[in-house]
């Protein structure tokens, strides 16, 4: 009985490590490793066929906390909308949450500068190192996109990593730090009642935005419940603004791609 016990136990653990590995490769991703400070971190990578040959863009993709870059690589698939682009989604480490989950028992992003370790951001340069290592990076065409916390820490991008990014687009989430960024396109995403990250609170970021980047004080339609405010400084916003909560949108992805392009 014992014996069948864990032949059984050993099977349902290779069918569900097999199921992982084969959706990610039905996904057109792969798995890659990273060792930060001695701890093994992750990624899941589309790797266009021409990224040895050819520039590629590269997009960054961060989940929400709790999430999981598979469940982010099913939620944004920029690599459908984008096949030539490098596509990376990370995966978080337990992190404390700044409105949820203060034990940090779930998967996250450090939430500012100088906190466990500046793990996060160490993990990010250590990827776009051996992206510029392994393959042809176009350098002028690198972007960060997420949710959330995920979103929150594309801002922490965006404020520490500026230099290296062409554009932004994080969705629900605000950064309090807002001073320190340094005018640069972006889209932000938010639902009009989100109870999590206040729909009032993203508001005066997006308000801030637009201040620090020099915009139009009236904006203009750009796509369905998006709204362009133009800058002579070339660093346009765009808001997507939709009626709902703290969630990401279906039609997501291909604005978003539709905006870093």
């Known amino acids: 009985m014992r014996q069948r016990f864990l032949v059984a136990v050993m099977f349902w653990v290779a069918m569900c490590v097999g199921g992982l590995l084969s959706t990610a490769r039905a996904q057109g991703l792969q798995r890659f490793e990273f060792k930060v400070d001695g701890v093994m971190r992750e990624a899941l990578i589309h790797v266009p066929a021409t990224a040895k040959s050819s520039a590629a863009p590269v997009v960054f993709i961060f989940h929400g906390h709790g999430g999981n870059m598979r469940q982010a690589a099913r939620s944004f698939g920029i690599e459908k909308l984008w096949p030539e682009a490098i596509c990376i989604y990370m995966q978080g480490l337990p992190t404390p949450g700044a409105i949820t989950d ?93 109870p999590l990250v206040k729909y009032q609170w993203q508001k005066t970021m997006m308000e801030a935005e637009r201040r620090l980047n020099g915009c139009e004080p009236e904006g203009k339609p750009w796509a369905e419940q998006c709204t362009l405010y133009p800058s002579k400084g070339s660093t346009p916003v765009v808001t997507f603004i939709f009626h709902g909560g703290h969630e990401f949108k279906p039609e997501a992805p291909a604005l978003i791609v539709r905006f870093l392009k």
């Open 102 to 194: 203060p034990k940090g028992e779930k998967n996250g992003w450090q939430a500012r500068v100088g906190v466990q370790g500046d793990r996060d951001l160490k993990f990010f340069d250590a990827v776009l190192a051996r992206l510029k290592s392994d393959y042809k990076v176009d350098e002028k065409r690198i972007y960060s996109t997420g949710h959330s916390n995920g979103g929150a820490f594309t801002y922490l991008l965006w404020a520490e990593r500026g230099d290296v990014f062409a554009a932004m687009a994080p969705s629900a989430a605000v950064f309090v730090q807002a001073r320190q960024l340094k005018p640069k396109p972006v889209m932000h995403l938010a639902g009009d009642e989100d």
